[in-house]
């Protein structure tokens, strides 16, 4: 049987600010097998083991200044540790498409016992771009 954390997003966006790695904040647990979910935004596994992780972001449509061609640039990446010594890895990036943009990712690294997971997410575009969706989630079947 899986252990599993699971962060959702809920009804509410974030704004991202523009050119800043920026941590996502979740609205609601899912799933919180062994108390892995920490303050909404990040999964802390209490014992070492292999885990699969997951994101699943949506970002708004934006309007486009007339006259404006630049495109447009999203990146999403998991981040060990993220209030300390921080340690990226399963990075993901790709230029926004007309409307709403989507990023689905997972990634198995391994989950140090006591040493938090977040999302982070990073854009280029002029001003704060909303994350509308968003779901985080750690698995793991060493336990």
Known sequence: MATQAKLYRGEHAQLIPPNTWTLLTF???IRNDRSMAR????IMPPFDGDFEWSRNLRWAAITIPP???RPRQIMSRFVRDPHGVRDD???????????????TVTWPFAGEAGQPVGVEVWHDHHEPWAVEHAQFVGTTWDY
């Open 89 to 103: 890895t399963g990075a993901d990036d790709r230029l926004a498409t007309p409307g709403r943009s989507w990023q």
């Open 27 to 29: 609205e609601k647990l």
């Open 67 to 69: 006259g404006d061609t």
């Open 39 to 42: 303050d909404r935004c990040l």
